[in-house]
Structures are given as C-alpha cells and as structure tokens.
C-alpha cells in the first residue's frame, strides 16, 4: 500500500480506471497510478481530520525520481495490483 499525496483538483476527479500523479510523502519519490476500484475509506485514528482520503484498489504505480521525469513519463519503476490512498 501507498500514499500518495495529490491536488485537491486530482483528488476530486479521481475514479475508476482513471489516473493521478503526485509525491509519496517523506520520501523524494514521485508517482503516476492508474487507478483501480474504489471502497469507501474508513479513517485511521492517526489521520489528520482536515485531510481528505480515498482509497484504491487493484491500481498500477509507476515510479519516478523527480517531477520533471514525472512530467516526461521517464519511469524506474512500476509496480501492479496495489492499495493506493490518494489525499489532499
């Protein structure tokens, strides 16, 4: 499972079998995911209460070490069929 932090505009047109991209907190990571199914988030007592989560299932991830290679879609890495929770 990852967390993705998005733009508020991302996360409100987030559905399924579209696309987001954005930072993996504490971690100079960048992340393009392909969504899967959505479930209705159930929130964890650490969550901070003005942040707003989703939560994905089944979604691809791909992995890029800067924004810029983010934005040229020059991936590392990609991984599939994971959790991802989306959050602004």
Not at 31 to 58: M, Q, S
């Amino acid at each position: 499972m990852i967390k993705l932090k998005v733009t508020r505009k991302q996360f409100n047109l987030a559905n399924p079998d579209g696309f987001v991209d954005g930072k993996i907190p504490g971690k100079n990571i960048y992340a393009y995911v392909v969504l899967g199914f959505e479930k209705e988030y159930i929130p964890n007592p650490k969550d901070d209460p003005k942040t707003d989560y989703r939560i994905f299932f089944g979604c691809s991830v791909y992995y890029a070490s800067s924004e810029q290679d983010l934005k040229d879609e020059n991936f590392k890495l990609e991984e599939h069929n994971l959790t991802v929770i989306i959050y602004c």
